[in-house]
């Protein structure tokens, strides 16, 4: 990850990576166990979503960071 900044009281993410993993993490939590809802909410295809996962190492199931 990157070096977190301060935006309105809030840490904001550095990087638009740290940002794209952390939207991508929220959909998850979002719809868990629901891939298709997920990548529904990103705008995605699955397998978009797929490649993402794997890329940020994302796990499926339950979720914890």
């Known amino acids: 990850g990157g070096i977190t900044?301060?935006?309105n009281g809030h840490?904001?993410?550095?990087?638009?990576?740290?940002a794209e993993r952390?939207?991508?993490l929220a959909a998850m939590q979002k719809?868990?166990?629901n891939?298709?809802?997920a990548a529904r909410a990103l705008g995605i295809?699955?397998?978009t979503l797929y490649r993402?996962?794997?890329h940020y190492s994302i796990a499926l199931g339950?979720?914890?960071?």
Request: hydrophobic share 30%.
């Open 5 to 7: 900044t301060e935006l």
């Open 11 to 18: 840490n904001a993410p550095s990087t638009i990576a740290e």
């Open 22 to 24: 952390l939207h991508t």
């Open 31 to 33: 719809h868990p166990g």
């Open 35 to 37: 891939l298709s809802a």
């Open 45 to 47: 295809s699955r397998s």
């Open 52 to 54: 993402k996962l794997r």
């Open 62 to 65: 339950p979720l914890s960071e």
